[in-house]
């Protein structure tokens, strides 16, 4: 029996449960869904296949949703818990949770008195600005970058970021210590 079969043979035993756990008999189910009571005794029964048109008005008669009636599986909880960690006055909010390979990180960059002094380390980097104004400096280049615009960048060759201006900067940012390389598509296919 496949999946669906089987998903499909239990909705009559539980909508059967459902009606007598809540006391309800089958004429006054009939009366409040407009379904009629040899419909519902089959449903119950198995000898009618459940449809959509069928278990919505039981759904919104007992007061719950299709997943209860069709025992779906739970989806699991889709919140995803984000703990920020500030480093030197930059929040850095985690985004992929893999010990190796390219990490992923929404940075919110607060404004940074003095002068920008360029790093340079093993990876390889990609910036997207989600909101305010970045500056990077990338050897002997100085960037502006805009909300849209990304760059990326081997973080072996001397580099610092941080607001363009007096305003906080959000960006996303993808690292991957090996080098690992971060592709982006700018123009689509055909042109």
Known sequence: MSDLEQALSAVGPRLRALRQDRGTTLAALSQETGISVSTLSRLE??????SLELLLPIARAHRVSLDDLVDAPPVGDPRVDLRPVTRHGVVHVPLSRRSEGIQAYK?????RPGPAEPQAH?????FYVL???????????????????AAEFDTR???????????????????????????????????
């Open 131 to 149: 909101d305010g104004r970045l500056r990077l400096v990338l050897a002997d280049r100085d960037l502006v970058l805009e909300p849209g615009e």
């Open 107 to 111: 940075l919110i960059i607060p404004p």
């Open 45 to 50: 029964s198995g000898a009618r296949r459940p």
């Open 122 to 126: 093993e990876g390889y980097e990609w």
């Open 157 to 191: 060759v001397p580099h610092w970021f941080g607001p363009a201006d007096g305003e906080p900067v959000e960006l996303l940012s993808l690292f991957g210590r090996q080098g690992e390389r971060a592709h982006l598509r700018a123009r689509p296919r055909g042109r």
